[in-house]
């Protein structure tokens, strides 16, 4: 900590010194070390140095606290899918401004899966068994039962194909 403190000391000092030295030499100079220090590209590096210190200083980030909570949250809940060709139309990841600024973010870490039923958006559970179409397509047992037509039949929404509901097999996962 101690040697860090030192050559940061010696750095200021040295830069004090050749900010000084500018007293002694005019803008149209022909000095290559100083006239660096006259361009016009050194005010926009003042700035943002000047901008830099002064969020050290007070303790504050170069991103908007907005930005910083979004990504926070954004990152629980990303997901493989959510930059795969089926996007899910509830996900906040999957719509286009959010998963512009979650894309350098790292994918959540889920330790235990969970089942979504396609058209519900409702987790499939015991209270709400996975039923698979013969298609292959598998669905929620309460989705399908609300889109269920006259004597039990229902038309897959991904192929229009229509089956018997008893034709339906339960899924079970281990």
Known sequence: WISARKSE????????????ALLAFKP???????????SEGRWE??????????????????????????????????????YSSERSGDCPVCNEPLNTLASS????????SRLICRLSGEVMNEHNHPLMLPNGHVYGERALTEMMETE????CPRTDEKFWLDQCKKVFVM
């Open 9 to 20: 000391a010696v750095v200021s000092t040295q830069s004090t010194g050749e900010t000084m």
């Open 28 to 38: 149209t100079t022909q000095c290559e070390k100083y006239r660096g220090y006259f």
């Open 45 to 82: 590096e003042l700035v943002k140095e000047f901008r830099r210190t002064n969020y050290e200083l007070h303790h504050l980030h170069n991103e908007s606290l907005l930005a910083t909570v979004l990504q926070s949250g954004l990152s629980v809940i990303k997901t493989y899918q959510c």
């Open 105 to 112: 973010l790292p994918f959540s870490h889920c330790t235990q």
């Open 152 to 155: 039990g039949i229902i038309t």
